[in-house]
């Protein structure tokens, strides 16, 4: 067992100075940077993922594991604060994040980066939804199981709609809001953009009966952009937007509701991408259809 220790920290140490050695390296080769601060990620969220796993176990035994997730988050938070100097600012005047409860979070997807956001921004009592072949992640997935995940099988032919229905219920029951990102994977573009929007946020948030809550992240390929190998300290506004009531509306409502929304935030990314930038940015062009993905097939499991 000492031996193992023993190699463990060998291990950290040596990528810890390897880190430290791109960073001093950016002063000279910016490129080093890219790798100094994906490695410094990594390690952040192998970090943070272990203790996860450990606070989850604690919080299930002492009965309380519905802020497994949200516990998590805000070490990410930190950490990664520390080893990249990349935080979030949030605009949230009214304290929709913490005052909407339950509800269904839904934001723009961009990188891998997003988990940072989510670690700043991740209200109390709310979980993340997440492909099932995630569970398999070692620690990663680990932690998500024991916190509450809800995974979505999306090789599953099943309509959004039912697929949908055993997570609501679980919204309903413990009053546990969840967050999606309605894209359905990363765009990493340079623009602000938002690629078409799936519907099983907006089935779910109906199926619930609990409003959407939209938070809009600007574009932030200035600091992170892993097609040009730049990735760079900084500070990235996120904006929360006013809840939309569902309660008036039925599933004929669903393809209005998403389009609508997804206009909305749209808007919201250029503005705010402006602002961050101190400069006008290009305006994305208008999709040939409407924006709104039409057909759908996921299987929904929340784990308990």
Known sequence: MLSIIYYLEILLGS???LVVALYILSLKIPAAGFFAR???????????ATYGVLVSIFLRIVGNPRISQWATARSFKYVMYATTGITFSIEDPNDYLN?????????????ELDVLMLGCIFPKYCS??????LKRIPFLGWFMSLSGSVFIDRANSTSARNAMLGASEEIRREKQSVYMFPEGTRSYAKEPMLLPFKKGAFHLALQAGVPIVPVVCANYSDILYVQGRTFRSGTIPVKVLKPIDTSKLTTADV??????????????????TEKMRKR?????????GDG???????KVTVTK
């Open 15 to 17: 990528y810890a100075l």
């Open 38 to 48: 994906l490695l410094a990620a990594y390690i952040s969220l192998l970090i943070c």
């Open 99 to 111: 005052t909407t409860r339950p509800a269904v979070f839904i934001g723009n997807h961009q990188t």
């Open 128 to 133: 993340v939804t997440a492909k099932s072949s």
């Open 255 to 272: 393809e209005d509701l998403t389009r609508d929304t997804r206009e909305l935030m749209l808007k919201e990314i250029v503005s705010l």
């Open 280 to 288: 006008t940015v290009p305006v994305p062009a208008q999709n040939s």
């Open 292 to 298: 709104v993905v039409k057909a759908s097939g996921a």
